[in-house]
């Protein structure tokens, strides 16, 4: 596509995170920032991005260090953990992406773990809006029944022989989640055995992180998917307890659909189906938040380079 374009974003640390640029297609209504799943290349999210552009919006996806196109070297290398994907890979991402529409919102769109790091991304008030896609909490006993037993097989068994052994989770040749880096797998894992969560297991600290969001935020559950539960889907967004938090569980029969699952909904068949009914009027009502964006021009925090 002509208005697509690649570009290299480098976080404080000093790392250079793979970023796509989807110029809109129509007068320019604002920004917004696409927070990838556990293990899925940004390349997943194109077509809605695209979609995304067409509605007026400049839309930004990226790859966390360590992952798809961001990838530099061998995992066993890399030392990073969830919690740093947040504070450096999406806070650097959320800098560039408020200063790209001066005046204009910066709406956030995370999918599952994408729903997640908002609570640790530590310059979250620079963004209008939240739409979570399949996000829940990931603690493996309210898992959907479907899930449960792959869950137990990979917590208690694959994740924590293999991860030591390869020096990374080796998910790829299991068919499971993908390749991820030793610490991200190893806190993953922590949180996923925990009844809280992060914020459970990393304690005090980031349970106030989670707790000082402001941001209205809008959540996206489907009845089938085959990850997350119901109690997944309300515990973590129970987690932003200063946040407007409205939960809608779609049925796919109510959308005239089969099945949408954990990642249908990003389907480009589902583009009149769900983006337009479900995404267009959270489009149409964020709030601006202007002046928490003023400081960002003269920010230090990040050097974005043309690829």
Avoid at 17 to 26: D, E, G, M, S
Avoid at 33 to 62: D, K
Avoid at 206 to 233: C, G, K, L, P, Y
């Amino acid at each position: 596509m002509d208005n697509v374009s690649t570009l290299t974003v480098l976080t404080a640390d000093g790392y250079a995170l793979a970023a796509r640029r989807y110029q809109p297609t129509r007068p320019l209504q604002g920004t917004v920032l696409l927070v990838s799943a556990m293990g899925v290349p940004q390349r997943f999210y194109a077509p809605f991005a695209q979609w995304l552009a067409e509605q007026g919006w400049l839309t930004l996806s990226f790859d966390y260090r360590g992952m798809g196109d961001s990838r530099q070297g061998p995992l066993n290398a890399l030392d990073i953990d969830v919690v740093g994907w947040a504070e450096h890979d999406c806070a650097a991402m959320v800098d560039w992406a408020a200063q790209q529409a001066p005046g204009k919102p910066v709406i956030w769109i995370g999918h599952s773990l994408g729903g997640q790091l908002p609570g640790l991304t530590p310059n979250i008030g620079l963004v209008d809006r939240i739409l979570t896609i399949a996000a829940g909490s990931g603690y493996w006993r309210e898992n959907a029944l479907t899930l449960k037993r792959k869950a137990w097989l990979l917590w208690f068994g694959f994740a924590p022989l293999l991860t030591p052994l390869f020096g990374y989770f080796p998910g790829r040749r299991l068919g499971m989640v993908g390749d991820l880096p030793a610490r991200v797998m190893q806190q993953w894992r922590r949180w996923c055995l925990h009844r809280d969560y992060a914020v459970g297991v990393e304690g005090e600290p980031i349970r106030q992180r989670f707790a000082a969001v402001e941001v209205s935020i809008t959540a996206f559950s489907f009845s089938d998917d085959e990850m997350m539960s119901a109690r997944n889907i309300a515990s973590l967004h129970s987690f932003y307890k200063r946040s407007e938090v409205q939960i809608q569980q779609i049925k796919p029969q109510d959308m005239g659909l089969g099945r949408i699952g954990h990642f249908g909904f990003f389907k480009a068949t589902n583009r009149d189906t769900l983006w337009q009914p479900l995404i267009s009027p959270q489009l149409k009502t964020t709030k601006h938040a202007v002046d928490a964006r003023s400081a960002v021009a003269s920010s230090q925090f990040l050097r974005q380079v043309n690829a």
